[in-house]
């Protein structure tokens, strides 16, 4: 029997050996760290792998997620420069970056992060008014962000940024920015139409411009064109003319130069003469100056007929 309980105190002892050993391995996963207390006293940070402990002495104090967190805040009741209430709520992301700052720096990290995000907003939105209030989100990111991470740093923590998710104005208020974003449109759509309107009356205005334009411009060609063909025409009747009396001119030449050829130069001279005085005694002239040597004339007239008969 001592044997037997001999026996079995080992198996137990070598049992209890094997657990305390277990329990001293530690494997520390990703994005996770582990703050090691010896004998109540802060140790070592554990990080990603394969660790071992004390038994006994050492413990696991605080496993701290390292991934980005998000935390949405209840709506918080703040005050514009204007004396408007409204509720805004607020949506930030951190990260913990120095898991010992976060273990020991603060008792409740969310909570305080939620009450500093909530004096901050104050502190901002007290120095605008309303309507910079609504028109300012970026801004009053930016400033949570940066007074965010200056305060929160003594915590291990890093705030990557901070979001205004709603902006809940009073009802009375709603209903004014209501009405005016709708006078709004309606002046826009007038403002619209008018534009429209003017736009298409110089529309008209121009087509009507234009089309006058062409039709004087067609009208003057038009006149162009036509007195350009009588020109034409007017040249050509003078030029028809003008070589009609070349032509009378040359045949008169001609018939000249062949009676001179003849010999008979001073005889047609005188026969012309009095085919001119007979033209003149034809007319309607009821006195005729008959020069004094008409009588030579005529019997010189004579003699040519004569010996023309010849």
Same mark, same amino acid.
């Given at each position: 029997m001592g044997a037997y309980g001999t026996f079995i105190a080992l198996v137990v002892l070598v049992i209890f050996l094997i657990i305390v050993?277990?329990?001293? =391995?530690?494997?520390? !996963?990703?994005?996770?760290?582990?703050?090691v207390e010896r004998l109540g006293a802060y140790q070592d940070s554990w990080s990603?792998?394969?660790?071992?402990?004390?038994?006994?002495?050492?413990k696991i104090a605080r496993r701290v997620n390292l991934k980005e967190q998000v935390v949405d805040f209840a709506p918080q009741p703040v005050i514009t420069k204007d004396n408007v209430t409204m509720r805004i709520d607020t949506v930030v992301f951190f990260q913990i970056t120095d898991p010992k700052l976060f273990a020991y720096g603060v008792e409740n990290p969310l909570m305080a992060i939620e009450n500093l995000t909530a004096t901050t907003l104050r502190n901002?939105?007290?120095d605008l008014e309303l309507?910079?209030?609504?028109?300012?989100r970026e801004t009053i990111n930016t400033k949570m962000r940066a007074s965010l991470? =200056?305060?929160?740093? !003594?915590?291990g923590i890093k705030v990557n940024r901070v979001e205004l998710k709603n902006i809940m104005p009073p009802a009375e208020i709603q209903n004014a920015m209501e009405k005016?974003?709708?006078a709004e449109r309606e002046r826009r759509e007038s403002v619209t139409r008018a534009e429209g309107e003017k736009i298409a009356n110089i529309t008209v205005a121009e087509g009507k411009k234009a089309s006058a334009i062409l039709e004087a411009e067609a009208e003057k060609q038009s006149a162009i064109l036509r007195a350009e063909a009588e020109k034409e025409k007017m040249i050509r009747e003078a030029e028809g003319e003008a070589e009609a009396i070349m032509k009378v001119q040359q045949a008169k030449a001609?018939?000249?130069r062949m009676i001179?050829?003849?010999?008979?130069?001073?005889?047609?001279l005188h026969i012309k003469s009095l085919e001119a005085f007979e033209k003149a005694a034809d007319g309607k002239a009821t006195k005729i100056i008959i020069p004094s040597d008409i009588q030579g004339l005529a019997g010189l007239a004579s003699a040519f007929k004569e010996l023309t008969k010849d």
């Amino acid at each position: 029997m001592g044997a037997y309980g001999t026996f079995i105190a080992l198996v137990v002892l070598v049992i209890f050996l094997i657990i305390v050993v277990t329990s001293c =391995v530690k494997i520390v !996963p990703q994005a996770y760290a582990f703050v090691v207390e010896r004998l109540g006293a802060y140790q070592d940070s554990w990080s990603v792998g394969l660790h071992f402990k004390i038994p006994f002495l050492d413990k696991i104090a605080r496993r701290v997620n390292l991934k980005e967190q998000v935390v949405d805040f209840a709506p918080q009741p703040v005050i514009t420069k204007d004396n408007v209430t409204m509720r805004i709520d607020t949506v930030v992301f951190f990260q913990i970056t120095d898991p010992k700052l976060f273990a020991y720096g603060v008792e409740n990290p969310l909570m305080a992060i939620e009450n500093l995000t909530a004096t901050t907003l104050r502190n901002i939105i007290g120095d605008l008014e309303l309507d910079q209030t609504l028109t300012s989100r970026e801004t009053i990111n930016t400033k949570m962000r940066a007074s965010l991470d =200056v305060a929160t740093d !003594p915590w291990g923590i890093k705030v990557n940024r901070v979001e205004l998710k709603n902006i809940m104005p009073p009802a009375e208020i709603q209903n004014a920015m209501e009405k005016q974003m709708k006078a709004e449109r309606e002046r826009r759509e007038s403002v619209t139409r008018a534009e429209g309107e003017k736009i298409a009356n110089i529309t008209v205005a121009e087509g009507k411009k234009a089309s006058a334009i062409l039709e004087a411009e067609a009208e003057k060609q038009s006149a162009i064109l036509r007195a350009e063909a009588e020109k034409e025409k007017m040249i050509r009747e003078a030029e028809g003319e003008a070589e009609a009396i070349m032509k009378v001119q040359q045949a008169k030449a001609d018939g000249i130069r062949m009676i001179r050829e003849a010999g008979a130069d001073q005889a047609v001279l005188h026969i012309k003469s009095l085919e001119a005085f007979e033209k003149a005694a034809d007319g309607k002239a009821t006195k005729i100056i008959i020069p004094s040597d008409i009588q030579g004339l005529a019997g010189l007239a004579s003699a040519f007929k004569e010996l023309t008969k010849d």
